[in-house]
């Protein structure tokens, strides 16, 4: 059996076919620092706790930092496992919480040249991780190839803005991209860092009319994060608002948006984890 056949068996297999509701969310914004980070951290949690298993796909590669955000800290990534040898749950760090993190690390950039045996050891470590309901994919802000790649297998993309005009026209620059590439993307978004509902709805319908009159698409309403001051000591105090602060203004936001995500319910793109990255980094897959 040549290694292709075998790429096709992996994924073609008994297990990949069972009837599986995981689902791939991937969080981006046009500006950078908008708030992406703590709110995969937050909302990851606000899943777990409504009984869903999540893992964080830390795909920021220049300033992975979902691990710090926790208290932890990832020894390796994905470059360990594929180049060093490491396997899957070498990798992994598990949160205080339960929740699973995968450093992308710099191997997400290598990862798109590797060989075929390289491939069918990657996509093997990942078939471990059947067990997960939703991953949520934190990436770094504007356009790249590895965004765009992750885009294309998600089953919804969330883009965080906040309510700053040089944040609105960076994440109307980007839904344009995403737009143009491909055209039936489930673009949501999410208003961080507001201080009332009223400007969170005004600055949503901004940008949806925008999208509207000039890309003639539609965006959905994921809804809104107040500012809060809890936020930012959360980050230093390394442990998510949600576990340190479950009343605060930023929490309640974070579980109504947790159970709006869960409350959709669609035909997914992906059967398992191990789809993904076949079809990111096999042969099926957009290439760098
Ligand atoms: N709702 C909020 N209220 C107050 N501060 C917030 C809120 N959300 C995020 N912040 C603050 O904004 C800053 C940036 O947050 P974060 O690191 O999550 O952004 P990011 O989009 O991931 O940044 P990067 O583009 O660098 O990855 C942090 O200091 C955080 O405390
Ligand atoms: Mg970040």
């Given at each position: 059996m040549d290694q292709a056949e075998k790429l096709r068996r992996l994924v073609n297999d008994k297990t990949a076919q069972k009837k599986n509701k995981f689902r791939v969310i991937t969080v981006t914004s046009g500006k950078g620092g908008v708030g992406k980070s703590s709110f995969v951290v937050n909302l990851a949690l606000a899943l777990k706790l409504r009984g869903l298993k999540v893992a964080i796909l830390d795909a920021d590669i220049g300033m992975a930092n979902v691990d710090i955000m926790y208290g932890v800290k990832s020894k390796y990534s994905l470059f360990d496992l594929v180049?060093?040898?490491?396997n899957i749950n070498e990798i992994i760090e598990m949160t205080q919480e339960g929740i699973k993190i995968i450093p992308g690390g710099s191997g997400l950039k290598d990862i798109?040249?590797?060989?075929e045996e390289q491939r069918v050891r990657l996509i093997k470590e990942f078939e471990k991780l059947d067990d997960i309901d939703i991953l949520i994919v934190d990436t770094g802000a504007g356009v790249s190839k590895t965004i765009l790649n992750f885009v294309a297998i998600s089953d919804e993309v969330i883009v965080i803005t906040t309510p700053e005009p040089t944040a609105l026209t960076d994440a109307y620059s980007l839904i344009k991209i995403i737009k143009n590439k491909f055209q039936d993307a489930n673009i949501n978004v999410v208003i961080n860092k507001v201080r009332n509902i009223k400007e969170a709805r005004e600055t949503f319908e901004k940008l949806s009319n925008t999208v509207n009159v000039f890309l003639k698409s539609k965006i959905n309403y994921r809804g809104f994060l107040f500012e809060d001051k809890k936020v930012p000591i959360s980050i230093i105090e390394q442990r998510p608002y949600l576990i340190s602060f479950p009343k605060t203004e930023a929490s309640m936001c974070i579980m109504k948006i947790a159970s709006d995500v869960i409350g959709i319910e669609k035909e997914n793109k992906n059967n398992t984890i191990k789809d993904v990255f076949f079809k990111l980094f096999g042969r099926m897959g957009l290439g760098s």
């Open positions: 180049f060093n040898n490491k798109v040249d590797l060989n």
